[in-house]
Every structure is written in C-alpha cells, then in structure tokens.
C-alpha cells in the first residue's frame, strides 16, 4: 500500500486525508501544533484508520512518502518541502489532490487578490438555480477534496482559489477562470509582485476561456499593454459600458442602460443585485459571464441574481440598531478591500479596524477614511501602527481601543456623537492576532452586535 503524508490538520488536511484513505492509500497527517482542539481531531481521524502526528516537525528523508499533501496554510517554501521536491517525492497542495479526483468535471476557478470570495458564491448560486450540482470550494464553503468525497455526481466544480493554492496545484486546468483584481498582497509570503502576479497568470493561461476584469488598473494596464499572452476570445468586462472594453466587444460583458450585457446580449438588469458597491456590479458581471459561457439561460441568471443574499463577512448587515447600521466586512483583509468597503457604505462613518498588519499601499484606504470617517477604532496588533499613519496625515479622530469588545461598546456612543448612519467593521488586516481566522472574527463581531447592544 502506498505512503501518503498530510502536512498541516484543519478542514483542508482532514479532507485530504480521508480521501486518500477512500483511494487506498495508508494515510500519515503532520501538524508542529499541539492543542486540546487538534487531540480531538487526532482521536477522530485515528478511528477512522488514519495515522496524527502532533508537535511532529515532517522531515520527508526520514519518512520517505510516495506522495506528500499540502494544507493551504503551510507555505510552499518551508524547509522539508523543498527538500522533498529535491528527492523527487511527488509533493501537491490539497487543491490539486481535488483536482486529481475531479478532473473529469468541468470547473470555473476564480481567483484575484479582492473579489473572489462574492464571485464565487454567485457564480455557485446562478449554477445551482439552473438545476445544476456545483458546490462551490476552496476558501469557501467546502475544503477541495470535501467536494471530491461527496457521493453526489458534480456538474460542475466552482472553486474559489487563492496564490497559495495555485502555487501548489500546477496542473489544474479550468474551462473557466475568472481573475477578479490585482493589488500587492501575500508579498510576505511571495516576495515580489512579480511572482504573485506569475501566480495568478499561471492558472489562466491554462483555461480554456478567460474572463478578466477590465476595470481592475492593474490588470487593464496588462491587456492594453498586450504585455501578457490573453486568448483573443477572452471576456473583459466593464461597467462603464461597453466603449470601456478592453478587449473585444463581441466577446465582452458590460453594464450599460442598467443592464448587464454579455456578448451583445441583456441578461439582467444591475439593480437585481441587492448588494451594495458599485465593485459587486463588477463580480455580477464576471459571474454572469461565467454562467454564459457555460451556457446557463438568461432566465435562471436573472432568478439567482435577485435571490442573491450576498456573502458573509463581506459588507454583511448585521443589524440596524437605534437607527445605526452595524456592518461586518471581516473579509476586508487587505487596505484595497478596506477601501472598497468604506467607499460601499453610507457617510459618516464609525470605523473599526486593525488586526495583524500586512505589507500593502495604504494611501488610498487612508484618503477615503478622511473622507468618509467620523472616527476610527483601532484594535490587535496594528492599532499603533495605523495610529502612527493617522497622525501623519492629519486625522485626530482615532482611539486604541485594543479588543473588538471595547471596540462595539465605544462605536455605539461615538455614533450617536457624530449622527453616524453606520458602524463599519473593516479592519484593513489579517486576523490571526486575536483570531484563528476572518470569520471568527466577523462571527465575534456578529455576536456582540446582536447580544450586547439593547434596543
């Protein structure tokens, strides 16, 4: 019986695990952590006949795996795994596990550095509405190889995929990729806009049909420029009308006279989208593209488009309270995402952001918070820095409030002070400070909102 390892436990390794177990194979996972919560999944998954290691530090020499599998989380330059591509053992992130077992089913992948997540889930609810089995994955919903164990047959695979992912899962090969944005992010991780840009590219340049976003700076520039190989048949979109294609027309989607065209054709009118932000008019756009190309009728597009509750975390309205609106975009990662969510909502604002600080362009984010903040709260680990930023150009309005706790108590009376018409959580960071993860925190969030503010 052939030797798989599973670095890293979670959702993702578990899953990779158990179908490697379904595909015969004698399972090892290795996780560095050790916890009360990651001695419950060993015990589960060693009934399940797979072999934990916890606090275990993988060294590929000593345990020579025929195949070695990858959680997302763990980076694709660690130690051990190269030296287990340089003794050649076959070394693969879980997307590409998934994708081994899924290959013979059409998949949409979406991937960008904003705009993926809300992409993803539209795209899987117009796909869904048109009676159609296709669960969306990835950093949504399910883990990848979670959809590779369903028992149902899969009509089509809609995974949303990120540059880690991408950088282990070299050969998936999509009918449909979707690039949503492009802005410095991960470079902690990928050192160089460079290589997180060859990323990105890699997996369109191996999909059949090609949907980019036209109004995305970064990635415009690139298809005037004609300085990377885009199919000519690719889908550029717009909602500036269809003057502002970058690419051909006859193959471009577009919002024009409130609609959303593609290829020359209405099929739903912009407004059916409930979500604020004129950037989700561009996801509606890239997701009913995708639903075109796949051939999905208009009717079934226009059904789920107005059905569409939005996605959690991402500009999600909590609750309005007193007349505040209590919003939570924990999704919002990154200064570009934050600014999308501060542009999105109603001024002034009550602003709450920080976290675990990433390396990014912060001047924009900063610009709009002039403009529309009444006050910011700041929270976790970059609370000074961005302090420090707020200072430097001028805006007074700020406290350190440390803890999201703090954070909803003090907006309630801030809001009231400044006749503020909303409460934004939009932290601009990643979450792993104080959480395990954006959504822990959004759920936080969520959580005092609804049980510690007393209408």
Request: one cysteine or more.
């Amino acid at each position: 019986m052939p030797n798989a390892s599973v670095i890293g436990l979670g959702k993702s390794g578990n899953a990779a695990a158990r179908l490697l177990k379904r595909q015969g194979w004698q399972v090892t996972i290795s996780d560095r952590g050790f916890s009360p919560s990651l001695e419950a999944q060993q015990h589960e998954l060693l009934e399940e006949g797979i072999n934990v290691r916890l606090g275990d530090l993988f060294d590929p020499e000593s345990v020579q795996p025929d195949l070695i599998v990858v959680s997302p989380g763990v980076p694709w330059d660690v130690t051990s795994l190269v030296k287990a591509r340089s003794l050649k053992i076959d070394t693969i992130g879980e997307m590409e596990l998934a994708w081994r077992a899924l290959n013979d089913v059409p998949w949409v992948a979406i991937t960008g550095t904003n705009g993926k997540t809300t992409t993803t889930a539209l795209t899987a609810a117009i796909f869904q509405k048109a009676g159609l089995h296709a669960p969306a994955f990835g950093n949504i919903g399910y883990a990848a190889c979670e959809v590779a164990l369903l028992d149902q047959k899969i009509d089509w695979a809609i995974a949303e995929i990120s540059s880690y992912q991408i950088e282990s899962s070299s050969s998936i090969t999509p009918e449909i990729a979707v690039w949503t944005t492009f802005t410095p992010d991960h470079l902690s991780r990928h050192k160089t806009l460079e290589n997180y840009f060859n990323l990105k590219a890699s997996l369109l340049n191996q999909s059949k049909h090609q949907i980019f976003n036209g109004d995305d700076p970064y990635l415009r520039n690139i298809g005037l420029q004609h300085s990377y190989p885009i199919q000519d048949n690719a889908c550029w979109t717009s909602v500036k009308g269809k003057s502002e294609l970058v690419g051909k027309p006859e193959f471009g989607a577009y919002i024009e006279d409130e609609w959303a065209i593609v290829q020359g054709e209405k099929i739903v009118q912009a407004d059916a989208l409930k979500m604020p932000g004129s950037h989700n008019l561009q996801n509606l756009l890239m997701a009913v593209a995708a639903a075109r190309l796949a051939g999905i009728e208009k009717e079934a597009i226009a059904q789920a488009v107005s059905e569409f509750p939005g996605v959690p975390h991402r500009l999600e309205q909590i609750r309005t309270w007193q007349g505040i609106d209590f919003i939570n975009d924990s999704k919002a990662t990154n200064y570009d995402a934050a600014e999308v969510g501060l542009v999105a909502v109603k001024a002034p604002v009550i602003l709450i952001a920080g976290g675990e600080p990433k390396i990014g362009e912060d001047q924009a984010w900063l610009n709009v918070i002039q403009e529309k903040a009444a006050f910011v709260l700041l929270i976790g680990e970059a609370a000074s820095t961005f302090a420090k930023r707020l200072d430097e150009i001028g805006y007074s309005n700020y406290e350190e409030v440390g803890t999201m706790e703090r954070a909803v108590m003090r907006s309630t009376e801030l809001a009231k002070q400044y006749s503020a018409q909303v409460v934004l959580l939009s932290p601009a960071c990643a979450s792993f400070d104080q959480y395990q993860n954006f959504e822990q925190r959004g759920d936080h969030f969520r959580q005092l909102c609804l049980e510690t503010l007393q209408d």
